[in-house]
């Protein structure tokens, strides 16, 4: 199969990369380019090369697949392209489409021209993967546009568009459209190429690096210590971030090619490090989500316009997040007051947004129509699909969508945003199960990524593919779930609740459980979590499902009798005050240290000294064995759609690869003699990887094998 295609214009040699969908810089690619480059360099007729991308983009980078394979004396990269283009004394220019990212950056930057079309983004993302630029980026990028704002372009992985590009001084022209991009670069090449507009050959490679604007050589130590020193912690997902700033100091203080050679070296390390094959699983199993056994070929319905019952917290995100995807969307609620409150919200919001400069008033203004507050269920009757967010009631969810049955068009899917009721039981009070649907958003609905959705025992294969494509729509990050209790997230993190809760009743405070989960790399401890979502929406699902709450403590009871809800009644596990960080802090209270005593006295638990890595053990492993019974029943399909429900939808810490891959990463066996040792009852799938010495990341698709 061959990547590349060569044309000659007007003495130019164009050279097209062709490896769909995004051409990617594959070593397969590499292989071929290198001898193309070297040939062209060669040919006496050839007066300058112009890179160009097919498939109407420039190239998105790396093959991610290829940073696990092991190079063969034969391999060539992208580096050696690179190498080639910098030996050689033609000009080269990059024409540009669409993005140029990672190496398709990094070869643009070792050409001496860059053209581009005004839609194109270019960026250095590799830091996502727990990775450096490693094929020159870091040490051209400085020398470029200046060290702060490659650090910051870089530290941030963030990609930058073609204005702020030409701006920055990436590029060096812009088109309008794809059409006139290969002319602009050709007519760039053949003037350089003649010499007679003074540019001529332009390394970066032969500048020094400039600091930023105004600031002198001598600040270069301080502009890597205090990068140094924004980024997180070595061990606190800050690996990558480091090595990426030893790579730009040593942009500063070595000639060119000895700093491209310890950006290389600096690179296999990461390449090989625990956070950035981590970062590699979260990729691919993002990639994953959607493959989904049995759907087969089922043809997604469009949607085009959707409903949604219920303008509380949840029915106000998911309408936003609706109108933000383009799709007109009606919202019905029940109590005048609450449309009241969303209205302000949608207005609060796009307000906002204009604002922070985001989207203009007519934008906003035009966002704010779509949607549409009304009490008139016949508005629905066209409706593509109507998502329920009501109170969290079997009877008043049921009466809804008996409604809705009666009323939205025969092809309309019903969709259910309960967070743990019986979707079955729901639909089997409508003539359509199998356009039933669970939709799990998390809250804030309209920024949080994850969304679940719920097969129910009728779900056609049509209208998963419908919710699927609808999760995309919505720019969410869907995962499947069967119709079990709490569905994937829900379920995991009422064990890890109680994992807290048992530390704290054997004497540790909850500041200190809580402290140890944000070390581990969580936004927030397992205390202030509870305090954020509800005391009370803790001690609902006890009362609804005594089998799942059984063995969780009961301080959740004493405080709801206290009124102590959370941050909305300003105490919980903790005390709020609005003095400290907005009332959002946590602040320890010995009362409560003094209700867990009291509760341990009851039960007989004697206090015991605990160590920080035990208190880690028994948070982290309680997800792990509940997330081995939620694949061994079935509920998850595989053990990196878990780790993607808890990364998105809870912050697990990407850099230890969600649940189930730091199991992997610590050894089965090891959390499974601890589950046991905790007292725990084991998932008998993970006493059976333990057994075999195996790992999750082994078991096949829909299979449960051993390693
Ligand atoms: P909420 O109390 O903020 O909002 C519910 C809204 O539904 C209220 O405005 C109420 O007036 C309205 N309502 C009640 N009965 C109605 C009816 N028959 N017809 C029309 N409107 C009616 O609740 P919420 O937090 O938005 O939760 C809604 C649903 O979403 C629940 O099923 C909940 O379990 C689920 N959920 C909540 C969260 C969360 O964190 N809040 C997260 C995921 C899912």
């Not at 080269?92 to 581009?116: P, T």
């Not at 203004?365 to 066209?382: C, P, R, V």
């Not at 009631?393 to 309960?418: C, H, R």
């Not at 779900?459 to 994937?488: D, E, H, P, W």
Request: hydrophobic share 45%.
């Amino acid at each position: 199969m061959s990547f590349i295609r060569t044309e000659d214009r007007d003495g130019v040699r164009v050279i097209t990369l062709d490896n769909p969908p995004v051409n990617s810089l594959s070593f397969a690619l590499s292989g071929e380019l290198v001898p193309i480059v070297e040939a062209a360099d060669k040919d006496d007729s050839v007066k300058a090369v112009v890179f160009v991308g097919a498939n109407g983009i420039f190239s998105a980078g790396a093959d991610v697949n290829d940073f696990s394979t092991e190079p063969t004396p034969e391999t060539r990269t992208i580096r050696d392209v690179i190498a080639t283009v910098e030996r050689s004394n033609k000009i080269f220019v990059a024409a540009i489409q669409k993005n140029a990212l990672g190496g398709g950056l990094e070869l643009s930057l070792a050409c001496d021209y860059r053209v581009a079309t005004a839609d194109t983004k270019v960026g250095l993302p590799e830091i996502k993967l727990g990775l450096l630029p490693g094929a020159g980026g870091t040490q051209r990028l400085p020398r470029l546009i200046g060290a702060q704002d490659a650090l910051d372009m870089m530290l941030k992985g963030k990609n930058v568009k073609a204005a702020d590009a030409k701006e920055k001084g990436i590029l060096d022209e812009v088109v309008d459209s794809a059409d006139a991009l290969l002319d602009a670069a050709l007519a760039l090449a053949l003037r350089q190429a003649k010499g007679d507009t003074g540019g001529g050959k332009r390394r970066i490679s032969r500048r020094k690096v400039e600091l930023g604007k105004g600031i002198t050589a001598q600040a270069a130590p301080f502009i890597v210590s205090q990068a140094h020193k924004m980024v997180p912690a070595e061990d606190a997902g800050g690996f990558a971030a480091h090595k990426l700033i030893d790579a730009v100091e040593a942009a500063f203080e070595l000639p060119f090619d000895f700093g491209i050679a310890r950006e290389a070296r600096l690179f296999e390390e990461l390449a090989r490090s625990a956070p950035s094959f981590a970062l590699r699983h979260v990729f691919f199993a993002e990639r994953e989500l959607a493959k989904i056994p049995g759907l087969g070929d089922a043809k997604p319905h469009d949607i085009k316009r959707a409903g949604v019952i219920g303008a509380g917290t949840m029915g106000t995100g998911i309408a936003i997040t609706f109108a933000q995807a383009g799709i007109p969307v009606a919202v019905i609620d029940s109590n005048a007051d609450a449309v009241e409150k969303a209205r302000q919200t949608v207005f609060g919001m796009f307000m906002y947004q204009v604002q922070k400069g985001r989207m203009t008033q007519e934008e906003a203004w035009k966002l704010g129509q779509s949607i549409q507050f009304t009490d008139d269920y016949n508005e629905l009757a066209d409706a593509d699909v109507v998502i329920e967010a009501v109170f969290e009631s079997m009877d008043v969810k049921k009466q809804v969508f008996a409604k809705l049955d009666a009323i939205v068009k025969p092809e309309g899917i019903l969709a259910s945003n309960t967070s743990t009721l019986d979707i079955d039981e729901m639909a089997s009070v409508t003539k359509r199960p199998d356009k039933f649907v669970g939709l799990h958003f998390f809250v804030p609905a309209n920024i949080m990524p994850l969304l679940e959705i719920v097969r129910g025992k009728d779900t056609s294969a049509q209208t998963l593919a419908t919710a699927f494509k609808l999760g995309k729509a919505l720019r969410k990050t869907a995962v499947l779930s069967t119709n079990a209790f709490g569905f994937i997230g829900n379920r995991m993190v009422f064990d890890y609740a109680k994992a807290a809760g048992a530390l704290a009743e054997e004497g540790i405070s909850p500041m200190r459980i809580d402290r140890v989960a944000k070390k581990f790399g969580f936004p927030m401890g397992p205390f202030a979590m509870g305090d954020l979502s509800g005391i009370d929406v803790a001690w609902h699902i006890a009362k609804a499902r005594p089998d799942v709450a059984k063995g969780r403590t009961d301080v959740i009871d004493r405080l709801v009798e206290m009124k102590r809800l959370g941050q909305k009644t300003m105490a919980g596990y903790f005390k709020y005050d609005k003095s400290v960080g907005k009332g959002r802090e946590p602040i320890a209270d010995p009362e409560i240290e003094a209700l867990f005593a009291e509760e341990a006295k009851k039960h007989g638990v004697a206090p015991r000294e605990v160590s920080d890595e035990e208190i880690l053990q028994r948070l982290v492993f309680a997800l792990i064995n509940r997330g081995a019974y939620l694949l061994e029943e079935g509920v998850a399909l595989r053990p990196g759609d878990i780790d993607i429900v808890y990364i998105f939808g809870y912050g697990f810490p990407p850099h230890h690869g969600g649940p189930m891959w730091y199991a992997d990463e610590v050894g089965v066996k090891h959390v499974y003699d601890k589950v046991v040792e905790f007292g725990w009852e084991p998932a008998p799938l993970l006493k059976k990887i333990a057994e075999a010495n195996g790992t999750f990341a082994a078991l096949k698709q829909g299979e449960l094998v051993n390693a």
